[in-house]
């Protein structure tokens, strides 16, 4: 579709949903563990031969999945029109970031600047990080500091604890020796004996900046982070599985890898902010109230902040109540549970082409009727990208 014709069927769109656009579900596969099938979608629809199994959704995303096997365009998110144009958000930005971002914010800028998504394990995720700017700028990528949210009244799986950090003394001598073997030998999961295992507590969750090790665990996961997909595996054996090497090197370059092997991977690793003795007081997220004034049964929390390059709250809409929304800027809405309309837009959670929406900057700032019409309370997460919001809270640092 030519770009003046694009511009004109989001236009369109942004117009009949009154700055409100429905979007299609997202699904990513991964071929390193089993998915938890706590996705929404038939048994059957999980497993997709060489690619692996469906184990992600990603939500309001412009980000396309670095899968090795995969279809063009996997982990876009996609308007849901009517007819057959299949427009991506990434298109639509890119189309009319005006419309979209305001013309203030897509003045300074590029894009949405974030991905939002639920992953969904049978297995905890093998110990990993991502890199720093200075080091994911070597293969032309952006960092991906990241936060997580656990949803109440979901199955934790098997494993309902996430690994940070390495115990303060291994960071105390930046370690390389006792962690090298590990990544040289690559024939074990013993290197999760050097970190530290917390529990995943339902609507609780933990900020993961770029640089920190990590290997969250088999709860549901609601994620805010960066828009990336950049990572390197440190974990050789996951779910009793050997999982490729190449994973470990996957955004290395190759002049990087011939000179210091396994050793330059050790160089990715924020040793400080690894060996924090106070790590959970500085990367625990607990609800916190947003502070602003909500009528009776309606309750506003932050549950994504301590960052300016992302945040999100949860917004609790009770049955019989309404609530005019006012934001900031341009964000996505992931209805998490409950029925009834968003901005005029019918809702239902935990269906996957009823529960996601984007609210355009205009219509963001001008405000968004909220109205539960079912029997259950309205549940829904707000995701922002980087600067949209100047009150996000910080993180205790005490």
């Not at 308007?79 to 003045?107: F, K, W």
């Not at 040289?184 to 530290?196: G, N």
Request: net charge negative.
């Amino acid at each position: 579709m030519a770009i003046d014709a694009r511009r004109d069927v989001v236009d369109r769109a942004i117009a009949d949903g009154d700055g409100v656009l429905r979007l299609k579900p997202a699904w990513v596969a991964r071929d390193f563990l089993p998915p938890g099938r706590r996705l929404g979608l038939p048994d059957d629809a999980y497993d997709l031969g060489r690619r692996g199994a469906i184990c992600e959704r990603w939500l309001a995303s412009t980000t396309e999945a670095d899968n090795s096997v995969g279809p063009a365009g996997e982990g876009l998110s996609v308007l849901a029109l009517d007819g057959p144009d299949g427009i991506s958000l990434r298109d639509a930005v890119a189309s009319d970031p005006e419309a979209i971002m305001g013309t203030a914010y897509a003045a300074t800028h590029e894009g949405l600047g974030r991905l939002a998504k639920i992953f969904d394990y049978g297995a905890r995720l093998p110990l990993h990080l991502h890199q720093r700017q200075e080091h994911a700028s070597l293969v032309g990528r952006r960092s991906k500091d990241e936060a997580y949210y656990f949803p109440a009244g979901v199955d934790m799986g098997g494993h309902p604890e996430t690994f940070l950090g390495v115990q303060p003394s291994v960071a105390e001598d930046r370690n390389h020796e006792l962690l090298l073997p590990y990544l040289e030998r690559w024939d074990s999961d013993l290197i999760l004996q050097h970190s530290v295992g917390y529990l995943q507590v339902a609507e609780h969750g933990f900020h993961v900046p770029s640089g920190v090790l990590h290997a969250p665990g088999t709860a549901l996961t609601i994620e805010l982070q960066e828009d990336s997909d950049v990572f390197a595996m440190l974990q050789a054996m996951n779910a009793g599985n050997i999982i490729s090497k190449e994973l470990l090197w996957k955004d290395v370059r190759a002049e990087d890898r011939e000179a210091k092997g396994e050793r330059f991977i050790l160089e990715l690793i924020d040793w400080k902010a690894n060996g924090d003795p106070r790590f959970y007081e500085h990367h625990h997220l607990a609800p916190r109230p947003v502070g602003r004034t909500v009528p009776d049964g309606v309750e506003e929390s932050w549950i994504f902040y301590g960052s300016p390059k992302f945040s999100g709250k949860r917004l609790t809409v009770g049955p019989g109540r309404s609530f005019v929304v006012t934001e900031a800027g341009v964000h996505s809405v992931l209805v998490l549970s409950g029925s009834g309309t968003y901005g005029g837009h019918e809702v239902r959670g935990g269906d996957p082409d009823m529960d996601e929406l984007l609210v355009t900057h205009d219509r963001a700032v001008a405000g968004v009727d909220v109205r539960n019409t079912g029997q259950d309370e309205l549940v829904a997460i707000a995701f922002f990208g980087p600067e949209i919001d100047h009150d996000v809270p910080a993180i205790a640092t005490t």
